[in-house]
């Protein structure tokens, strides 16, 4: 399960990344909004995650 945490942040990672890239290159900052939020998110969880590793080593 924890492991499957890991990849889900790292995905919404990754895809906020692409998000906000391809808002920057064609001026949507609606589309930038987005992509740094969806990068958050990812931060947030992989936080998380580790914050659970520790507890649990």
């Known amino acids: 399960m924890a492991?499957?945490?890991k990849t889900q942040a790292k995905t919404?990672?990754?895809?906020?990344k692409i998000?906000?890239?391809?808002?920057?290159a064609?001026?949507?900052e609606r589309?930038?909004?987005e992509g740094r939020a969806d990068q958050t998110k990812g931060d947030?969880?992989?936080a998380?995650?580790?914050a659970k590793d520790a507890l649990t080593d």
């Open 3 to 5: 492991a499957d945490e």
């Open 12 to 16: 919404e990672q990754a895809k906020g």
């Open 19 to 24: 998000k906000e890239v391809a808002g920057r």
């Open 26 to 28: 064609t001026g949507n």
């Open 31 to 33: 589309l930038t909004a």
């Open 44 to 46: 947030a969880r992989q």
């Open 48 to 50: 998380k995650e580790k």
